[in-house]
């Protein structure tokens, strides 16, 4: 019978060759591997006992915490499919997502169960009794996580496993209408490892911090990539700058996982903060998930001096797609690299046809990705031509083949028949001295069906009138590219991951429209 490549054999083979090596530090709590694997056999043999059976849905409602990945690897051993939800979403949302995957059992903490609790009665399939409680003081009618887990054998679940078999079903950020679930097996996950430990340089020696959520594809792959390969993870969340430093100096971070908004976060801290942490020890920065600003990446190369700063574009579904390595392509601006192992890209127009080098196009990639939407197969066409995959991206590509993501398709800015790319705004607007941060959008207009309107954040004390912003971008961008309007606000809406949501920016300008024009 032949080896399956699965997250379960990939603990395994940590297990065998680093026993005594720490795997998750959580904090003051930290777990070898050969402990991680007792708890981890423990709980997968209580699911087994409680009746679930493979290619069950479990919900996972937690913060970043080392259970989280206890339940997903004991998941993985016995076939349960790991639905992780968003620890933000309202309880609407998590009733959405937990009947749209056909979940049959919920695992949360303390925190989260008044949420739960106001639509937990509208649960398809959930049994009353289908809860499994992570903290102090759970309420009786519920089953706590420490108690169950003792009263389970550490023995190694019989149960087998195909590299095929679902692994976890992701529900995407739903930036457009409802979150879709997309569908990724043990094989996909565990390619896309490989793929970043190749890309990025990592080794089974280095210590990872990781700061991403684990509900979020980048840090659920990251996370499971040190648990099958043999690091130690170290895992915090939220995010604060000064513990983010911290850790790196006291734990002798190696590599970590970002998005530009971290870096801003700790780049507008006094340096005589910052420079107080000793962060050498730190060899790769990983930054995605949205555009890095030139001004950003100047500030992380001369922050962290020894690490080497990677930039990659990838999605939920897609997974990694391209990869940027500074020191490869130090001359690259606004670049997001070249496909990356094991992953063909290509530009195609409208009709499907791929388009010249340095022309605009939708971005389609093929490779080892997601299996399609759970339960959607319109949506799951919509996105596939053939094998390949696009998310709705709008890029182009140079001479030397690397790839420039323009924009989303649908924050694309049509106005008198010319296409506006916001993110290309919104470099030019980070480059001035007064802004901190923006987000660019389309707003009706009568004449030209849209214009551009760019809502900004200032630094603290700034004073600059929106003439003043205009005229800036005049100096740096074509005329029908440049905001017609300002507007000054104090905070932009955001994804837990830093995406800034432009949909949400734009619905107070589009509200009393049948229809947006884009």
């Known amino acids: 019978m032949s080896y399956q490549l699965t997250v379960g054999n990939g603990l395994l083979h940590s297990v065998y060759k680093y026993p005594e090596k720490m795997a998750l530090v959580d904090k003051d709590r930290r777990l070898t591997y050969h402990e991680l694997n007792q708890k981890v056999n423990k709980l997968a043999n209580g699911f087994l006992d409680l009746g679930l059976k493979k290619g069950d849905k479990i919900s996972i409602l937690l913060n970043n915490r080392l259970e989280y990945l206890e339940v997903v690897l004991a998941c993985a051993k016995v076939g349960l499919v790991v639905v992780p939800l968003n620890f933000r979403y309202l309880a609407e949302e998590i009733l959405y997502c937990v009947n749209n995957s056909h979940a049959n059992f919920v695992i949360t903490e303390t925190e989260f169960i008044k949420r739960i609790e106001t639509v937990s009665d509208n649960f398809d399939f959930v049994e009353r009794n289908n809860f499994l409680v992570i903290g102090e003081n759970v309420p009786s009618d519920y089953t706590s996580y420490e108690y169950f887990l003792n009263n389970y054998s550490e023995r190694e679940p019989d149960i087998r496993i195909w590299e095929t078999d679902l692994l976890y ?39 990872q911090l990781l700061v991403m959520p684990l509900f979020h594809s980048n840090g659920l792959v990251f996370g499971l990539m040190a648990c099958t390969m043999g690091s130690t993870l170290v895992i915090t969340q939220p995010f604060d700058p000064m513990e983010f430093l911290s850790l790196i100096d006291q734990e002798k971070i190696n590599y970590v996982s970002v998005v530009p908004t971290i870096l801003n976060i700790i780049f507008s801290l006094p340096e005589e903060l910052t420079n107080t942490y000793e962060v050498s020890s730190l060899h790769t920065l990983i ?60 530009i195609l127009d409208q009709e499907g046809k791929e388009v010249p080098r340095w022309e605009v196009g939708e971005l389609y990639s093929w490779g080892v990705t997601f299996e399609g939407y759970y339960q959607n197969q319109e949506a799951t066409e919509q996105a596939f031509i053939g094998e390949w995959l696009t998310v709705g991206d709008m890029a182009k590509m140079d001479e030397d083949g690397y790839i420039y993501l323009v924009d989303r398709k649908k924050d694309m800015i049509i106005s008198g028949g010319e296409n506006v790319y916001p993110t290309e705004v919104e470099e030019v607007l980070s480059q001035h001295p007064q802004i901190i941060e923006s987000a660019v959008i389309g707003v009706p207009d009568p004449k030209w069906g849209e214009i551009v309107k760019a809502v900004v954040i200032l630094q603290n004390g700034a004073s600059v009138t929106e003439n003043e912003i205009i005229d800036f971008c005049k100096s740096k961008l074509s005329n029908f590219k440049c905001p017609k309007s300002i507007d000054f606000i104090d905070e932009l809406p955001k994804t837990l991951t830093g995406k800034i949501l432009r949909r949400k920016v734009r619905e107070q300008y589009w509200q009393e429209r049948d229809s947006e024009i884009y």
């Open 169 to 207: 079903i992701g529900y995407t950020s739903g930036t457009t209408g409802k979150p879709k679930g997309a569908m990724f097996s043990h094989r996909s996950r565990l390619f896309m490892q490989g793929y970043s430990m190749a890309e990025f340089g990592i080794t089974p020696f280095d210590k």
């Open 287 to 346: 930054c995605s998930s949205s555009p890095l600003m030139t001004h950003t990446k100047e500030k992380a190369l001369e922050f962290f001096k020894q690490a080497e700063l990677s930039e990659f574009y990838g999605s939920s579904e897609a997974g990694l797609v391209t990869v940027l390595h500074h020191r490869e392509a130090p001359n690259k601006v606004h670049c997001v690299g070249r496909p990356c192992m094991g992953m063909n890209v290509k």
